[in-house]
């Protein structure tokens, strides 16, 4: 089973999402500049959101170079001063196995650990008994149930030996989550903001105290993510009570959390004008709806640029779903049924066509967390479906 899940989302002015030069990051589609946010951004701040939070109650993961402090100070316990003596012992197990130290403190790579294994770690630092090698490998390898890594998988590289030797191939974890790279649909050129700051205590000398520029754009986003959901409860450990409160909580952030880039200067936190959810469970078949907008939306249309853009993604869906036989069970979300999710048949006389709704009347919600509820339903269903299969 896979759910689908598309959005289409306006950003007012900002810089969510910058390159080597601070410039908001773009790419090339249809021929023309595209504002773009990356797969890696969009899936960070929906780790780390209080809305997926809430499937981390038994703890969440951690990504850090940074695993000998955190450890130590599992080690000492609540309130106490981590010990070097336990960060030489540590760090000397990682280095017989394999991973390289940039510095004392800080590995070569980023390690995505549940905090459990951390805490497992200090633990076994603390006992002092055993081989302390063995116990971390143990911990790295069997502590791995937690949804952020089941969802983004987990795909560290580093030469296992010694005492990790038998890390080799188990260490990874095939993500469940496909997350394509958010795109505007529509033409931007980026701009520039020149900036300055007053002095409150000005001097003899005239003029701002402080001058800058910084690049920005406003684009409407088209996202697009996949979860597997059967790679997800492999992941989980076949716990499928978990598995579904994953998806749930993914479906609530992805829809609600906003990537940190300068937003305290911008403060473009958006809501999506509409969401898409395709659960299928027949036809198992991934399709992005990008190509929708391979032809850019232009900078005037009688719609506007959100009705445009959604009006696209109709047609495409009905086009897509119908030429391809894919079948799924669809849910369109917008806010109050501010937007309808439509298509226009082109088998019909020019002077008689009429716009049609995508999705029956039941799939149509102008409630979010109603909209919610029956994804999930449906998402229950095609697991009870796939059980009894």
């Not at 090698?133 to 590289?157: H, N, Q, S, W």
């Not at 989550?177 to 007053?198: G, K, P, R």
Request: with cysteine.
């Amino acid at each position: 089973m896979l759910i689908e899940i598309h959005m289409i989302q306006n950003h007012s002015p900002a810089n969510l999402n910058r390159d080597d030069l601070g410039a908001p990051k773009t790419c090339l589609f249809g021929g023309v500049t595209r504002a773009r946010i990356s797969s890696q951004c969009l899936k960070r701040s929906i780790r780390r959101s209080p809305e997926f939070a809430a499937a981390l109650e038994k703890g969440g993961a951690v990504r850090t170079r940074r695993l000998v402090e955190l450890i130590a100070r599992a080690a000492a316990g609540s309130g106490n001063p981590a010990k070097e003596d336990d960060r030489r012992a540590i760090r000397k197990v990682f280095k017989d196995g394999g991973v390289g130290m940039k510095d004392e403190s800080t590995f070569d790579i980023l390690f995505f650990l549940p905090q459990s294994a951390i805490d497992n770690m200090g633990g076994a630092v603390r006992a002092g008994n055993g081989s302390l090698g063995a116990r971390f490998a143990e911990a790295i390898g069997r502590f791995v149930k937690t949804p952020d890594i089941a969802l983004c998988g987990r795909m560290t590289e580093f030469d296992a030996k010694g005492p990790f030797a038998e890390l080799r191939g188990r260490f990874t974890v095939e993500a469940a989550l496909s997350a394509a790279h958010a795109i505007s649909t529509h033409a931007v050129v980026n701009e520039v903001d020149y900036f300055t700051a007053a002095d409150d205590i000005p001097g003899q000398d005239a003029g701002a105290g402080h001058v800058n520029e910084a690049m920005f754009n406003s684009a409407c986003f088209y996202k697009h993510f996949c979860i597997d959901f059967e790679q997800l409860k492999k992941n989980l450990a076949d716990d499928t009570q978990l598995a579904t409160t994953t998806v749930e909580c993914f479906l609530k952030a992805a829809a609600k959390a906003n990537p940190s880039g300068k937003q305290h200067s911008f403060a473009a936190f958006n809501c999506p004008d509409g969401i898409l959810v395709e659960v299928k469970q027949e036809a198992a078949t991934p399709v992005s709806y990008a190509n929708a907008f391979a032809d850019p939306v232009p900078d005037r249309c009688p719609r506007g640029l959100i009705a445009e853009s959604i009006a696209r993604l109709g047609q495409y869906v009905h086009d897509i779903s119908n030429g391809y036989g894919i079948e799924a069970k669809r849910f369109w979300f917008s806010p109050s049924n501010r937007y309808a999710l439509t298509f226009v048949d082109r088998n019909e006389p020019s002077n008689a066509r009429k716009e049609k709704p995508v999705i029956g009347d039941n799939g149509n919600i102008g409630d979010f967390m109603a909209f919610v509820r029956r994804v999930m339903d449906a998402v229950s269903a095609g697991q009870a479906a796939g059980a009894g299969a």
